[in-house]
């Protein structure tokens, strides 16, 4: 048995292994990530807004970490925190409406401090716009995903198109589009889309951002995790390369296309019930496969490995 995936073959030699391997190591990267979460107070226990807003945020800079220059997850909490305690109480989301209190707490922050004018006001932009929505919304709503999605739906289409910048606009207009068009799209596509919206938001802070809140967080108990899509994450592809289960040309894609289209149909030919558990991959690039040093004894990877096996003769 084999799977046809792109122009490449993946085998059953590497999909077995690397399947069981998964199932059986998915419960200890949840760990990693509930307590990297955890440490700045993001847990399931807090207010469902304050849950909803943080978790943008921590998305946001999580997959902007390589270009802000955000080494690890340890840095990129650190920054998160540092921008929501300086704003105020984190659990008062109306706070995070105010636009002056968001430039004074970027000015308190250790690499946001440096973002460039328009990455700046897009990244102050998105989560005031994020906090407005949520502030207007019952929060027992917010508990049921596909409701979830359909009030954001509502606040995009009738709030977001009039209150982003006419730039800004343009560049999204295509995603204002295709929400528009939908019809009977999942809740997952359309929640994605309406993400995709907002100013700083790509493919990858989407699908990490609704990733966490209904597997690590687990806010959403009724979402069809068949559905999810599974968040291209570098840290995945590096490792995803290393085994063989990517070409080594394989890259990150910030807005969908033919990579990001290939690295879901990998994902759902390896868990066609919740594709998100090949995010573990994360864990490995975070703990045992770093750009910088690897620990490839130490790593449950190894037997499959195509380069720990040709480093090793």
């Not at 008062?92 to 250790?110: G, K, Q, Y």
């Not at 027992?140 to 009738?158: C, E, G, H, P, Q």
């Not at 289960?245 to 290939?262: A, C, D, E, H, V």
């Amino acid at each position: 048995m084999i799977y046809v995936l792109t122009s490449r073959v993946i085998a059953l030699e590497l999909t077995k292994p690397l399947r069981l391997l998964i199932e059986e190591h998915e419960l200890e990267a949840k760990e990693f990530l509930t307590k990297a979460l955890a440490s700045i107070g993001l847990t399931s226990l807090r207010p469902i807004k304050s849950i909803l807003l943080h978790t943008l945020i921590v998305s946001i800079i999580d997959l902007k970490r390589w270009a802000w220059h955000l080494m690890t997850i340890n840095h990129v909490m650190n920054e998160a925190w540092c921008l929501i305690s300086h704003v105020g109480d984190m659990d008062e989301v109306s706070l995070f409406i105010d636009e002056n209190l968001l430039e004074t707490a970027i000015e308190d922050t250790n690499k946001l401090l440096k973002l460039n004018d328009y990455e700046r006001s897009d990244l102050v932009d998105t989560i005031r716009f994020f906090a407005l929505f949520l502030k207007e919304i019952e929060k027992n709503t917010l508990y049921d995903f596909k409701k979830f999605s359909a009030v954001l739906r509502d606040f995009v289409i009738d709030n977001l198109s009039k209150l982003i910048d006419e730039k800004v606009y343009a560049k999204k207009a295509k995603y204002f589009g295709k929400l528009l068009a939908i019809k009977r799209a999942t809740p997952y596509r359309v929640a994605q889309l309406a993400l995709l919206c907002f100013p700083i938001v790509d493919i990858g802070i989407a699908d990490t951002y609704l990733y966490l809140l209904a597997k690590i967080l687990k806010i959403w108990p009724n979402a069809d995790l068949s559905e999810f899509h599974c968040p291209m994450d570098p840290s995945i592809i590096r490792v995803g390369v290393r085994i063989g289960l990517f070409n080594r040309r394989f890259k990150t894609s910030r807005y969908g296309g033919y990579r990001y289209r290939i690295f879901q149909n990998i994902a759902k030919a390896l868990f066609p019930n919740d594709p998100t558990k090949l995010y573990t991959l994360r864990y490995v690039g975070e703990v045992f496969c770093t750009p910088y040093k690897k620990k490839c004894d130490e790593c449950w990877l190894f037997g499959i490995c195509k380069y720990y096996l040709a480093s090793t003769g």
